[in-house]
């Protein structure tokens, strides 16, 4: 099943459900050390202890839908549970629908509530950096257990922190096992460590331009987000952050004593050490690359400072780098009015409607369709004006909200 996103205007449990199944798969996030994975330490773990804190043995699916967007390019809820173990772990989950097979007596197929954990991680509570578990699109269906500890679908008893019940009061439901709350995060949390930092404007490089917080590269094996502080004597101090392990490792360095643009610094492994030798960009200064050694064997890396873009600001009488063409994408409108269908605001009976969604479809090389109609309609009304949208061969659907007359 690909990967849903969700409209956040609609209320109705039935919308909600319903639109989660019907919109086009997004890109997936580049791998880096983006917000999500660098919430780590005292950060994350003093979530569950706040005074003001929000814990809840569950969450409706209409709650979860009403959930901000806190994380730069996630879309989905984002929430904080405490687990059996003490561990505390971070998940961005959506609800959505999935088919079901036609059992006999049924002339279609049936579609069942189901929660997506779209991305979690679990860390561990003696270190508060280092994760015990993570995974991505894990699919919970109704009673279905999970152990955020393990990292695992497990059977009732065996140690799950949450479950899915589509049932339960209310409507379909993210419920807390045991002692597990859970923490819906309403707001970006503030994340402690070194400040992303602004190198200086001036013609001459200095030292601390260095300082800040970078995205780390080298021969595309290794990444992670990079930590540099610089003191007056131009001494490097601060920490890498793998992006494959979540490890936490101190670096040490200097920066040249003839030459404030280069930096010389090692990432301290438990059975090894990593050297760079670096030269910082002196335009922007926001971008350091050379070589790094490890084991004897040399490669090169690339660090680019958080929040800024590698691409400079196109030179006076040229032009900006070319983007990568895109398909353009034709959008029709459709709706209801009263046993009518509508399309771009024409009214028309269904085979009207068939013959024009159709020849729309074939006549542009892309399209899609939004489907506007008051929250009040049936639920049996729109899930036949999505059959009849789909039969035309228009796959991307969006669902959204018009205000009742």
Same mark, same amino acid.
């Given at each position: 099943m690909s990967s849903l996103t969700r409209p956040r205007e609609l209320r109705s449990l039935a919308w909600i459900v319903l639109s989660t199944a019907l919109l086009a798969t997004l890109a997936f996030r580049p791998a880096r050390a983006d917000e999500f994975s660098r919430l780590v330490g005292p950060s994350l773990f003093e979530?569950?202890?706040?005074?003001?804190?929000?814990?809840?043995?569950?969450?409706?699916?209409?709650?979860?839908?009403?959930?901000?967007?806190?994380?730069?390019?996630?879309?989905?809820?984002?929430?904080?549970?405490?687990?059996?173990?003490?561990?505390?772990?971070?998940?961005?989950?959506?609800?959505?629908?999935?088919?079901?097979?036609?059992?006999?007596?049924?002339?279609?197929?049936?579609?069942?509530?189901?929660?997506?954990?779209?991305?979690?991680?679990?860390?561990?509570?003696?270190?508060?950096?280092?994760?015990?578990?993570?995974?991505?699109?894990?699919?919970?269906?109704?009673?279905f257990d999970f152990d955020l500890d393990s990292g695992q679908v497990v059977p009732p008893g065996f140690g799950g922190d949450i479950r899915f019940e589509s049932k339960a009061k209310g409507g379909p439901a993210l419920v807390g096992l045991g002692a597990s709350r859970l923490y819906p995060?309403?707001?970006? /949390?503030?994340?402690?460590?070194? &400040?992303?930092?602004? $190198?200086?404007?001036?013609?001459? *490089?200095?030292? !601390?331009?260095?300082?800040?917080?970078?995205?780390?590269?080298?021969?595309?094996?290794?990444?992670?987000?990079?930590?540099?502080?610089?003191?007056?004597?131009?001494?490097?101090s601060g920490q890498f952050r793998s992006d494959r392990n979540g490890g936490q490792y101190p670096v040490t360095g200097k920066i040249a004593a003839d030459r404030a643009r280069r930096i010389e610094f090692e990432i301290r492994f438990p059975r090894s050490r990593q050297s760079f030798d670096g030269l910082l960009w002196t335009e922007e200064r926001n971008v350091f690359a050379?070589?790094?050694?490890?084991?004897?064997?040399?490669?090169?890396?690339?660090?680019?400072?958080?929040?800024?873009? /590698?691409?400079?600001?196109?030179? &006076?009488?040229?032009? $900006?780098?070319?983007?990568?063409? *895109?398909?353009? !994408?034709?959008?029709?409108v459709v709706g209801l009015a009263g046993d009518r269908y509508t399309l771009d605001g024409a009214e028309k009976s269904a085979d009207e409607m068939s013959r024009a969604l159709s020849a729309a479809i074939s006549s542009r090389s892309a399209?899609?369709?939004?489907?506007?109609v008051p929250p009040s309609t049936p639920f049996e009304k729109v899930q036949a004006l999505v059959r009849l949208v789909r039969r035309s061969g228009i796959e991307t659907i969006r669902l959204g909200e018009v205000k009742e007359p």
């Open positions: 979530i569950p202890r706040r005074p003001d804190g929000k814990g809840v043995p569950a969450l409706s699916i209409r709650a979860i839908e009403a959930m901000p967007e806190v994380l730069s390019g996630e879309r989905s809820a984002f929430l904080v549970v405490e687990t059996d173990e003490g561990n505390v772990a971070k998940l961005l989950v959506s609800p959505a629908l999935r088919p079901r097979p036609a059992v006999e007596g049924q002339s279609e197929r049936q579609v069942v509530p189901i929660l997506s954990l779209d991305r979690f991680e679990t860390i561990d509570r003696g270190d508060r950096v280092a994760r015990k578990a993570r995974g991505r699109d894990v699919v919970l269906f109704d009673g995060i309403d707001r970006l /949390i503030k994340m402690a460590g070194v &400040e992303t930092g602004r $190198p200086s404007t001036g013609l001459k *490089v200095l030292p !601390t331009d260095f300082n800040g917080r970078y995205t780390l590269v080298a021969n595309g094996q290794l990444a992670g987000a990079l930590e540099l502080s610089i003191g007056e004597d131009g001494t490097v050379g070589t790094t050694r490890l084991l004897e064997h040399e490669y090169s890396f690339l660090a680019v400072r958080e929040g800024f873009p /590698i691409y400079p600001e196109p030179i &006076e009488g040229t032009a $900006p780098p070319r983007a990568p063409s *895109v398909a353009k !994408t034709t959008t029709l399209s899609e369709a939004l489907i506007r």
